[in-house]
């Protein structure tokens, strides 16, 4: 899907842009990025940012999506010889090679009389696809893990023992973690994606609580300490289009820009409320809230003021950040973005704030300020300015927990849920999105039904697959005429918290949608 335009993408990686003008070979209609905008001759090549790691990250996205794109080619191949009389043999043979993993036999044996079902095919790659980059993701990864900005001591050193993050559900928010804010994800980073990033307070409520135990129970012990006892950070990102605000911003808030960044800073406040009466003053986590600018994965930084509360007005903007700090030695851009922040933390009106935030986390926010200027220029480098495909691209649905250790942009939609009823709000956004990019073309929309358990708990495996199956029949229930007619795919799968299974499928004889 969109297949020619990812490829125009990466065909105009490496190449700078230049001056105002788009480059020569990028479509007609994308605009400039606003971050990169120098004079005649000269080129976007800042001075913190790191070029290596970027290109490792490049590789990693090409081969990610090469798993997946590639799966339309070859199965055209595979139709072209649906009538040979060695046809499933062929078959295997190519999907094999190509995609290493085979096809369900009964699919290619029932060819000859039924035709093909490329759909059901489709979806059934579409998840071995992600099947197969969650369990190389270790060895994949690896290249460019070490080289994030944000690793655990880092965090640790600004006062922060656990990083909540909470981002839309959007797939151009998958690879927040890694690529927009280079945040190494381990232990001590929890990501939970919401529509409009509507996180759960309850929920949070109760990780806060493990967290806080572990840390009491000493688990936190060996991290470097910034200023004081080291504590819990909740971090909300919304989202919006700069090109295109009205048409391109959340689906959840409908591309209101305001109401994204409104309902979202209510939610930290509605969190930290939540402590305090329920644990004392004083117990709150403290929270951050990001925006972020899906065309070029820029940031709004929003900066806490001395009670620790955040405002939608008061924030750094990453791009102009880049722009401004661009032909700088590294010290002076250093110098200016954190003048820049001091100024904004000063600022009055609508933004204005009480008191100067904790040092801790002036010193995250220039951290992740300065990271992030890594993406905005890998944006530029790599995908010509701006992303080709500036709206949804999503592969597929993923409605449960979320995978492990599989974040990049665009790759799925994640429906965070325990149950349909509850989760009934993001998995229709999804829905949505995919009514527009695969059922438009034909294509059935795939759902991977996907839960981890934590393996020390007696029973707890058995747990989450009978809660898969439940979420699998709700699924077909709730779109019974899509699943009724094969445009709705669904296959479940589990994984262990820590060591042990990666994304297992559940081969349940009776699913329904099959394959
Ligand atoms: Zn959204």
Redesign the pocket.
């Known amino acids: 899907m969109n297949t020619l335009k990812r490829r125009a993408a990466m065909q105009g990686r490496g190449r700078p842009v230049m001056a105002t003008s788009a480059p020569a070979d990028a479509p007609v209609d994308v605009a400039p990025n606003p971050a990169c905008v120098i004079g005649p001759g000269q080129e976007c090549r800042h001075p913190l940012v790191d070029a290596v790691t970027n290109q490792r990250l490049f590789d990693y996205e090409r081969d990610v999506r090469a798993r997946f794109t590639g799966v339309v080619d070859m199965l055209r191949g595979i139709s072209a010889l649906q009538h040979e009389p060695d046809f499933v043999e062929r078959a295997q043979r190519i999907a094999m090679q190509r995609m290493e993993w085979p096809l369900p036999e009964e699919l290619l044996r029932n060819a000859w009389v039924r035709g093909l079902d490329m759909r059901a095919l489709h979806a059934h790659c579409q998840f071995h696809a992600a099947r197969r980059c969650v369990r190389l993701a270790e060895a994949e990864q690896a290249p460019w893990r070490a080289g994030l900005a944000l690793q655990v001591r880092e965090l640790a050193e600004c006062g922060f023992h656990t990083v909540d993050i909470s981002p839309?559900?959007?797939g151009?928010?998958q690879g927040v973690v890694p690529y927009v804010m280079r945040m190494a994800q381990d232990g001590h980073v929890l990501v939970k994606a919401y529509?409009?990033?509507m996180f759960d307070v309850e929920a949070d409520m109760a990780d806060w609580a493990r967290r806080e135990l572990e840390r009491l129970n000493g688990a936190f012990d060996h991290l470097p300490r910034g200023d004081g006892a080291l504590r819990y950070l909740k971090v909300a990102v919304?989202?919006f289009s700069s090109a295109h605000s009205a048409e391109q911003?959340?689906?959840?808030?409908a591309s209101n820009d305001r109401q994204?960044v409104e309902s979202a800073a209510a939610r930290l406040d509605e969190l930290r409320v939540a402590v305090e009466r329920t644990y004392g003053v004083g117990a709150a986590p403290e929270v951050l809230l990001i925006g972020l600018d899906t065309d070029l994965d820029a940031l709004r930084i929003h900066l806490p003021d001395g009670d620790g509360d955040v405002n939608p007005y008061r924030y750094v903007d990453t791009a102009e950040l880049y722009r401004e700090s661009l032909g700088m030695t590294a010290a002076q851009a250093r110098e200016h973005i954190a003048a820049r922040v001091d100024e904004a933390q000063r600022m009055q009106g609508w933004g204005q704030g009480y008191g100067s935030m904790r040092d801790g986390m002036r010193r995250l926010a220039l951290a992740l300020a300065e990271a992030n200027l890594s993406q905005i220029e890998y944006v530029i480098r790599h995908h010509a300015g701006r992303y080709a495909v500036i709206g949804h691209d999503e592969e597929f649905i993923c409605a449960g927990d979320p995978l492990p250790d599989l974040q990049l942009r665009n790759l799925f939609y994640l429906a965070h849920l325990d149950t349909v009823e509850e989760g009934v709000a993001d998995l229709d956004?999804g829905m949505r999105i995919f009514r527009g990019l695969n059922l438009r073309q034909g294509l059935a929309v795939p759902i991977l039904v996907h839960f981890c358990y934590d393996a020390r708990v007696p029973s707890a495996r058995e747990r989450a697959a009978a809660r898969a199956r439940r979420v699998r029949d709700a699924i077909v229930e709730r779109y019974a005429p899509l699943a009724a007619d094969g445009m709705l795919h669904c296959r479940m799968a589990l994984s262990a918290h820590g060591d042990g299974e990666r994304c297992e499928f559940l081969d349940d004889p009776d699913s329904g949608s099959g394959h």
């Open positions: 839309c559900a959007d151009r928010l529509a409009g990033a919304y989202h911003g959340c689906a959840f808030h994204a956004v």
